[in-house]
Every structure is written in structure tokens, then in C-alpha cells.
């Protein structure tokens, strides 16, 4: 059984310097496991080139697991059509999708590391509004799906505020839930990418936190994220690994964000 982690992809040579970080977590998690990484698009290699050279290889099982962080476009119908194709040229592999990444208490976990990476400690939660800003989607259960992600992020860990904001396909834009969050009293704004890796849509996110006092780093290779993909391979493949311990959190872990005017 390999493990075939497949990517959106991205023009920006960040996005698969990222993949690949996440990828090497995997494999320091879970080293006995082949474990390759693919594209949709813009990236090499494609999802059918890789298939091809597992196939290539003696691979009889692959699973093939969207490092997409909500079931939109890309989760019910890109990547479902890839592996039909690809299925149907190679009959000798068995194909298995595992679910996407979210959601899961694990994201939020390296959500929230990502935070307190930026300077903002569990102190700082009953003062402080956050805007969660997602890539966006124009599928209306992900948008509903990420927007209750944001009400049980603020009810469970006891933030002030919890606003989605989008990059892109729908209102609200990140900058208009910061003077949202600033309209209503908000001393402390902070924005929390829910992305995977930097690109064109993280970059207007971070354009929109400029009237933010912290900008929190993406998802990455966050220990949490590695976790959770071992898990949805788990889920698919049938198999269970005993568990690693994560890191700790820190809120001097280090700065993968940046701080505003305000000096949070």
C-alpha cells in the first residue's frame, strides 16, 4: 500500500515547497509508508503521471488523499474524475480516495499554534476577534461548512469573535471582517489563514490583514496537519498506527506570522 498525497498546485513555487515540507512530516510520522505527492494542476508531477510510476513500480493499493481542507469543487468532481480516468488505465492498481482534510479538531489545533507562533497566547483569547479566512469556494455547503468551522472555533476556545472572511467567490473579504470586528469594539483583530500554502489567494488574505494587529502563518507542515493526513490514510486504508505525541504548544514557539501596529 502507497500513499499518494495529491495537492491543489499552484504557479507559485511556495505552495509546492510546502506540499513537500508536509509531505516529509508524513514520512517522519509514519516511515515505512511510501508516500508521493501530485498535482491537479499547475505542478508536476500530475495526478496520472504519479499513479502511472506507482504502477510502474509493483504498487498494487494506492490511496489517493486530497490535501484539500473542505468538500468543494475540487474534492467532489476534479479530483473523483482524475481517478476514474486514471483507474481505468491502470488495472492493476486499486485506487482508494480518502477524505479530505477537513473538517477536524486537528485543524483548529494548528490553527491555533500558528497563532500562538504569531505572539497570541491563551491570555489573549477573551479580548482578541479573529477572522478566519479561507481561499473561498462558490459551493454552497463548503461556504456553510466553513462558517459553522468558525462558530464552534469561537465557542470551543473562547475567542471574542470568530468571523469567516474569503479570498475569493463570496463576501466577506478579509479586510471587511477586520473593520467589521473594529466596528463593533474589537481592540485586538487577529487574522488566522485557513490555507495550506502560500499562493495568489493566501497573498490577497494577507493584503486584506493590513489593518489587522497579527497575521498568523499558513497551515503548512504544522505537526496537527501531518497528524490528521495520517489519520484520513488510516480511515482509508483500514489500518490504525499506533500514535505519535505532537509538539507542544508555545506561544514563544517562534514568529510564523507578523505583528501590527499594536505589538500583540
Keep these: 500500500m502507497a500513499l499518494l498525497l495529491v495537492a491543489h498546485g499552484s504557479r507559485d513555487p511556495r505552495h509546492a515547497a510546502t506540499m513537500e515540507a508536509l509531505r516529509a512530516v508524513v514520512t517522519v510520522l509514519r516511515p515505512g509508508l ?25 504498487v498494487r493499493e494506492v490511496v489517493a488523499l486530497p490535501l484539500l481542507l473542505g468538500r468543494a ?24 480516495r480518502a477524505a479530505v482534510l477537513g473538517p477536524s479538531p486537528l485543524l483548529t ?12 497566547g491563551p491570555a489573549d483569547r477573551e479580548g482578541t476577534g479573529v477572522v478566519l479566512a479561507s481561499a ?51 481592540r485586538r483583530v487577529v487574522v488566522a489563514p485557513y490555507v ?27 505537526p496537527e496537519v501531518g497528524r490528521l493526513v ?9 489500518v490504525v498506527f499506533p500514535a505519535r505525541p505532537l509538539p507542544e504548544l508555545s506561544s514563544n514557539a517562534g514568529r510564523a506570522g507578523r505583528r501590527g501596529p499594536s505589538g500583540v
Excluded at 491537479?40 to 510502474?56: N, Q, S, Y
Excluded at 476534479?78 to 482508494?96: C, H, M, Y
Excluded at 495520517?230 to 482509508?236: D, F, G, I, N
Design 73 to 96: 469543487f475540487h474534492a467532489k468532481v476534479d479530483l473523483p474524475s482524475v481517478l476514474r480516468e486514471a483507474g481505468a488505465r491502470l488495472p492493476g492498481l486499486r485506487i482508494r
Design 34 to 58: 511510501r508516500t508521493e505527492l501530485a498535482y491537479l494542476d499547475f505542478c508536476a508531477p500530475g495526478v496520472p503521471r504519479a499513479l502511472e510510476r506507482l504502477a510502474a513500480d509493483g
Design 230 to 238: 495520517v489519520r484520513r490514510y488510516e480511515e482509508a486504508a483500514g
Design 136 to 186: 473561498g469556494s462558490s459551493d454552497p455547503a463548503a461556504a456553510e461548512e466553513f462558517a459553522a468551522l468558525a462558530r464552534e472555533w469561537r465557542h470551543t476556545a473562547g475567542w471574542r469573535a470568530v468571523r469567516p472572511a474569503f479570498a475569493s467567490a463570496r463576501p466577506p473579504r478579509t479586510e471587511d471582517a477586520v473593520r467589521a470586528l473594529r466596528a463593533e469594539g474589537v
Design 196 to 222: 495550506l500554502a502560500p499562493g495568489r489567494l493566501p497573498d490577497r488574505i494577507a493584503r486584506g490583514a493590513a489593518g489587522a494587529d497579527v497575521l498568523a502563518g499558513v497551515l503548512g507542515a504544522a
Design 109 to 120: 489545533a494548528a490553527l491555533e499554534r500558528r497563532l500562538y507562533e504569531a505572539g497570541v
